[in-house]
């Protein structure tokens, strides 16, 4: 049984485990960087673990809420992206009970259920949770502007942004990448080495090897995304060339100190990340 309880734990130790492994370009025990320190993403993850699963909260208020307490406990963005992906998530994975058959569902289905259930007032939730929050390269839009009160569904409102935008695709597409790529990606990984930050290390690379970064495309423009892209596939063959990640340790660094110098932060792959770690974490404590 999926409590709030256990499910607030499987988000919390999913941000912890992600800032335990070495991903070029954020921040990790390894080094801070953009400004932000690792002390900062640990208290986030504090403070939106105490309320992203809370029993009786909509998607909505889910996201809204842990983006408040994030902003209470730091003052910056540190969790947006992983609070957006995980919410629905952890809703799914609550509400097991309310659809019809959930007991022969898996947790992929449930997630479709509850997108398909998501309203209006979680659209404008999530809108004032974003411009709270406040991400770099938000801007506006002439379609379901967020600084605005949503007149569609947040499925609507994250299908219309999904071309540019990752983490919208995510609803849009059943968060496929989450299902078909990620988990996969990092089972093989921990079966290859059995460590959890090496094969966390291995599941940020993938995607950055496998799609452009829409946070650094927003940032940048695709043509430096894609240069970021074609430098994650070169360490990430690397990576997995080794028995001993330790040994391509000083190749990752230098690679963090690059892309931070260039005050690239490639966190869409680093959202992607946490939310996998947190649905592999579910598998374990069902």
Partial sequence: MLTSAKLAHAYRSACMAELEALKPGNVHVFADGHGMRIHDFIKSADASAAVI??????????????????????????????????????????????????????????????????????????????????PGGLGNSNVNDVHEPSIVSLLEMMASAQDKDRIAWQYANGFADVFEFGLPHYNKAMHKWNNQAWATTALYLGFL???????????????????????????????????????????????????KSRNINPGTSADLTVTCLMVSNFEEIV
């Fill in 53 to 134: 699963a809370q029993a009786n909260l909509s998607v909505g208020e889910r996201i809204f809420q842990s983006v408040k307490a994030t902003q209470m406990a730091v003052g910056m963005n540190t969790n947006l992206g992983i609070i957006l992906l995980c919410a629905p998530l952890i809703h799914a994975a609550l509400h097991v009970n309310q659809i019809s058959e959930g007991a022969n569902q898996n947790l992929q289905q449930r997630l479709g259920f509850t997108l398909s259930q998501l309203t209006v007032e979680d659209a404008t939730l999530t809108g004032q949770a974003i411009v709270l929050a406040n």
């Fill in 209 to 259: 090897a496998r799609q452009l970064d829409s946070h650094v495309i927003r940032k940048y423009g695709e043509a430096l995304a894609k240069e970021v892209m074609q430098e994650a596939i070169d360490l990430q063959s690397l990576h997995w060339a080794t028995e001993n990640p330790k040994l391509v340790q000083k190749h990752l660094l230098a690679w963090d100190a690059s892309l």
